[in-house]
Each structure stands twice: as C-alpha cells, then as structure tokens.
C-alpha cells in the first residue's frame, strides 16, 4: 500500500532539491537542465521509490545488487532508468543485467571485459561510467585518478559497453575546497578522455558527482547527474 503522506513528503522533497540544483546551476552559470537528479534508494522499500518515480523521478540508483534483484520487477510498470552505483563483484554481473541500463562503478578492466562478455551475449549495449577514488580514501572504491584515463580508453573500445562518463564519490571533509578540488579531478579526467579522439570516448561526458549533503559544489565544478538520497527519502530504513 502507498502511504499517501509518505508520498506527498517524497514530492515536496524532491521539489526542494530541484530547487536547491537549479539555484548551484544558476550561481555556476550552468543551465540547470544540464544537471539529472538519480534518486539514490539505497534501504528504501519498493513503494517509496515508486513514489518518487511517480512524482517525477527520472534515474534510480541501487548500491547493492540484491536490492536491485528485488526492486527491478516492481518497476517495469514505471519509465525510469535503474543505475548501478555500488561496488559490483563479477559473480553477480547475471543477476545485474536484466535490471540495469547503466553501470556507474566499473573501476578494472576485468569487470568491464565481464560486463561487455555478458551484454554482448545479452545482444545489448550496456552504458557504463568509470568510478574513481578522487579523494584517495582507503574506504572507497573507484580507480585512482592516475590510471583513470588509461582505464577509460580501454573500457571505451569493447563492444557491449558504451562509455557514458564517469562517477566518483566525493572526500569526506568539512572543508569546501577539498571537496571541489576532488570534484575538478574527476572534470579534468572526463575533459581529457572526451577530448583524446580515441574510439568510443565521444559521449563520455557526463559526471555523476554529489549527494543530498554536497550537491551545490559538484554543479559547481559541472556535474551533470547528483545522486541524492536522504535529502529526498529522509533517513535510510532499517533492513
Ligand atoms: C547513498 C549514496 C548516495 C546518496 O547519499 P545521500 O547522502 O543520502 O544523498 C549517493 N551515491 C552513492 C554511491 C551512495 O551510496
């Protein structure tokens, strides 16, 4: 059952942060149609993520894959994009294909060569985003920046895999100019690989960068898709 007034809290709150993405664009100069809200659901049950599709959410994002496994089907009703942006092991790329139209977190060529393998045989062409560690934290995933660039180039020439950007998940730290400069990082990554003219790197542009906490400085430092959560869901549900 939809709780009516769970679903009108999730309305109102998705409105405030298109509000709050609008306003980081308009102070960037940026147009704020060039930034995409992917509703991050992680913990919440199927019938508040419908409910923000229902309101007008575009992009979901699951962490883990048994949430995705789980949710997936209750969605097919719904036109929405359902993301991966959690660690994926490669013994669960079967369970992640049927429900995904992008992997955000590839971060080895081995998981890509997987990923493409398995499309390929699925006769899609999978959307993926590079993950990188532009903070350097031990805790998180993602390539470091340094081979990011060669990591980029060579996901970009597989069949079944078409290169869409790239994802990072932004320091952990109250000073603003750590976070941007490690947004910047990940601009300069995609500017550069964008740029090279190498096969299959021309529409890797976007940058998912920024949560419910963060998100005005990554449209600073040109995001285009934040991926937000508790700013729309409140707090994540016990499981
Ligand atoms: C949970 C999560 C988010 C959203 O975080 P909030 O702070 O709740 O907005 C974004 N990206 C990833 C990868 C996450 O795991």
Known sequence: ???????????????????????????????PSSVRVLLATKT????????????????????????????????????????????????????????????????????????????TDAGRVLDVMIQVNVSGEASKFGVPPASSRELAARVAALPGLHLSGFMTVGARSADAHVIRSGYARLRDIRDATAG??????????????????DLELAIAEGSTMVRVGTAVFGDRQAR
């Not at 049950?45 to 894959?65: F, H, Y």
């Not at 190498?198 to 976007?206: M, P, Q």
């Open 44 to 119: 919440q049950p199927l019938d508040l993520v419908r409910s923000a599709i229902i309101a007008g959410g575009t992009l979901i994002g699951e962490n883990r894959v048994q949430e995705l496994v789980e949710k997936g089907p209750g969605l097919t009703d719904l036109t929405c994009e359902v993301h991966l942006i959690g660690h994926l092991q490669s013994n669960k790329i079967n369970q992640v294909l049927p429900w995904a139209t992008c992997v955000q977190t590839v971060d080895s060529v081995d998981l890509a060569r997987r990923l493409a393998a398995r499309a």
């Open 196 to 213: 090279s003219g190498l096969a299959g790197t021309d529409d890797a542009i976007e940058l998912s960068m920024g949560m419910s906490g």
């Open 1 to 31: 059952m939809v709780d009516i007034d769970a679903a009108r809290i999730i309305a109102d709150q998705l409105a405030a942060v298109r509000r709050r993405v609008a306003a980081g664009a308009e102070a960037a100069g940026r147009d």
